[in-house]
């Protein structure tokens, strides 16, 4: 079992920035990729970045140059800076870990952009 708990969520005016943390307990060894999601009501969740253990990332086409996805091998935890946010960043942001057997879940933290 994975246990991943996000963090650092929060108001902010357009422009701005926030970092999003993603903290891993439990089995973590298995995990192979990590990744940010995003979801707006009455939408399905969307994929925002990716970071795999060798350090290789993607990212959503609207959020390149403004969003880095990052991982802290010593903390256990993967973090997800956003600058120049935009009010369409407005969602609730969820990480996922996902190993051979399993995908994993954290309760997801909200971000809203105003204008």
């Known amino acids: 079992q994975v246990y991943l708990v996000e963090s650092g969520g929060g108001l902010v005016q357009a422009g701005g920035s926030l970092r999003l943390s993603c903290a891993a307990s439990?089995?973590?060894?298995?995990?192979?990729?990590t990744h940010w999601y995003r979801q707006t009501p009455g939408k399905q969740r969307e994929l925002v970045a990716t970071?795999?253990?060798?350090?290789?990332?993607n990212y959503q086409d609207s959020v390149k140059g403004r969003f880095t996805i990052s991982r802290d091998s010593a903390k256990n935890t993967v973090y997800l800076q956003m600058n120049s946010l935009k009010p369409d960043d407005t969602a609730v942001y969820f990480c996922?870990?996902?190993?051979?057997?399993?995908?994993?879940w954290g309760q997801g933290t909200q971000v809203t952009v105003s204008s």
């Open positions: 439990g089995n973590i060894y298995n995990i192979y990729v």
């Open positions: 996922k870990a996902s190993t051979p057997y399993n995908d994993y």
């Open positions: 970071i795999t253990n060798g350090g290789t990332t």
